[in-house]
């Protein structure tokens, strides 16, 4: 079912196909968002989900699986170059003027 999401700014139809269980996070600021979008989405957080998923199961993330991703401690080891790179992607996509905080996490 298309919906226009307009809470993230973004001026397009999006698709979403969900089953019985979907899960949410919510952000009170869009860059908050645009940087957890990034991290989850990483090569690091894909491979340590293959890594602990099997295909195969009914339900691949299941909700254990999924809060075994820590978000913190991904944000510490993703570089700022790849988050950089990411961003600049998402910000000429959906006309987005985001830019990172330069501000260590420690």
Same mark, same amino acid.
């Given at each position: 079912?298309?919906?226009?999401?307009? *809470?993230?700014?973004? $001026?397009?139809?999006?698709? +979403? =196909?969900?089953? /019985? =269980?979907? +899960?949410?996070?919510?952000?009170?600021?869009?860059? +908050?968002?645009? !940087? *957890? #979008?990034? #991290?989850?989405?990483?090569?690091? *957080?894909?491979?340590?989900?293959?890594?602990? &998923?099997?295909?195969?199961?009914?339900?691949?993330?299941? %909700? /254990?699986?999924?809060?075994?991703? /820590?978000?913190?401690?991904?944000?510490?080891? &993703?570089?700022? %170059?790849?988050?950089?790179?990411? #961003?600049? %992607? $998402?910000?000429?996509? !959906? @006309? #987005? /003027?985001? *830019?990172?905080?330069?501000? =260590?996490? @420690?």
């Amino acid at each position: 079912m298309p919906i226009r999401n307009e *809470t993230a700014h973004f $001026l397009h139809y999006v698709s +979403y =196909t969900l089953d /019985d =269980t979907c +899960y949410l996070l919510g952000f009170s600021k869009i860059e +908050y968002a645009i !940087y *957890t #979008l990034i #991290l989850l989405n990483s090569k690091k *957080t894909k491979q340590f989900l293959e890594s602990i &998923t099997f295909s195969d199961a009914k339900r691949v993330f299941a %909700k /254990d699986v999924l809060m075994r991703i /820590d978000i913190f401690n991904l944000a510490k080891n &993703t570089n700022q %170059k790849e988050l950089q790179a990411e #961003l600049e %992607k $998402l910000n000429i996509k !959906y @006309s #987005l /003027d985001l *830019t990172l905080n330069q501000r =260590t996490i @420690s």
